[in-house]
Nanobody, 123 residues
Framework: VQLQASGGGLVQPGGSLRLSCAVS????????MTWFRQAPGKEREFVAG???????YYSDSVKGRFTISRDNTKNTVHLQMNDLKPEDTAEYFC??????????????????WGRGTQVTVSS
């Protein structure tokens, strides 16, 4: 499975960005699709997840501002980020696994990762 993330950039506080992650290869191994982020000096943290039954999951810090969605026809997962804050600044990574896990917030549960895309929120 190959993952390609895109859409990062520099945005002012209150602005929006839309991240995309294209999945190729064994897409049947991409039932659970998630976004994580990692700021300098911090651990990688869960941001949002999309399950095969179309359930969505969010960290408390982004709930109500971020929306995860999946385009099955294009094997792509998106992360719409609104009302961005400086604390959202981080490198964002998409990750997939073949089956959903109750431990979905744990990055060690995923062995398929894409290269990160940098999101910087600053005035």
């Amino acid at each position: 499975v190959q993952l390609q993330a895109s859409g990062g950039g520099l945005v002012q506080p209150g602005g929006s960005l839309r991240l995309s992650c294209a999945v190729s290869g064994r897409t049947s191994s991409s039932i659970a699709m998630t976004w994580f982020r990692q700021a300098p000096g911090k651990e990688r943290e869960f941001v949002a997840g999309f399950r095969e039954n179309r359930s969505t999951y969010y960290s408390d810090s982004v709930k109500g501002r971020f929306t995860i969605s999946r385009d099955n026809t294009k094997n792509t997962v998106h992360l719409q980020m609104n009302d961005l804050k400086p604390e959202d600044t981080a490198e964002y990574f998409c990750a997939v696994r073949a089956r959903w896990t109750t431990d979905y917030r744990n990055p060690n549960q995923y062995n398929n990762w894409g290269r990160g895309t940098q999101v910087t929120v600053s005035s």
